[in-house]
Structure formats: C-alpha cells, structure tokens
C-alpha cells in the first residue's frame, strides 16, 4: 500500500479495498480503520451532530472474515437498521464490559473486498454519523 488515508467517498472505498487486500496478502491478524480526530477539533454548526468526542475516536477493525467495532446502545440500534440492508453480514457475538458504557459488536463479513468496504464506510457513516466527506486513516496493518 502506499497511502493510508482517504476522505472522499469513493477513495475510501478504494482504500479499505486496498487495505483489506494487504491485511490479507500480509496475513496479519487484523487491521484498524480510525476516523481523523480533526474532525473532533472544531466547532459543528449542528449540536449533538456527529459522534460523542468524550467517547474517543470511531474505528473498525477487520480480521478473519469478522468487523470488530466498539458502539453505544443507540448506534446499535442504528448498525442492526444497517445490517437489514447487507444480509450476508450478521452480528456473530455482542460484549459488553463492565467497564464500559457501550458494546462490542463482532460482525461476520464473508463477501468480496468491495462488499466489505461498502459496508465498512456506510457503518462508519451511519452508525457514528459522520460527515460525507470524513477522513479515515488506515492505522494499523
């Protein structure tokens, strides 16, 4: 790979593609997608918009045919409304630490590379509700 971030549409998708085609040539146990914490640096014009920042940076991971990613009770709600739309994609395990406010959510994702990336950048969208045009990093391979 030679580039490791993205912010429009169609070059993210491009990107977890790229990124899930070197996760799997490399046979490494995973990789993690980050949204750019620039996005959390300003001020929004729509309060409550976006994802809450005490709750850090939105990231999925993707290993072995699993999505991994962590949520809130009410962007579960929002990831199971999604999941309607990509039936080959199913919740294989939900976690929720003690410690923890939200849960995690283990998703099977048997599909091609590009069915996996659609779903990814339309998790990454509407489960956080992020911006069209947010910058996504690919932070480990």
């Known amino acids: 790979m030679t580039r490791f971030d993205a912010a429009d549409p169609t070059d993210r998708r491009k990107l977890y593609v790229d990124a899930i085609t070197a996760h799997r040539d490399r046979g490494s146990g995973f990789l993690t997608l980050e949204v750019d914490d620039e996005l959390f640096a300003g001020e929004t014009d729509d309060a409550g918009a976006g994802p809450d920042p005490d709750l850090g940076v939105p990231w999925i991971q993707f290993g072995d045919g699993t999505i991994n990613l ?72």
């Open 70 to 141: 962590d949520c809130t009770d009410d962007e579960l709600e929002e990831l199971k409304s999604l999941l309607g739309e990509y039936p080959a994609f199913k919740i294989d395990d939900l976690h929720r630490p003690e410690e923890a406010a939200g849960v995690n959510a283990r998703i099977s994702a048997k599909a091609d590379p590009n069915r996996i990336a659609q779903f990814i950048d339309a998790a990454f969208q509407r489960v956080y509700d992020l911006p069209p045009e947010f910058r996504i990093w690919v932070v480990e391979l």
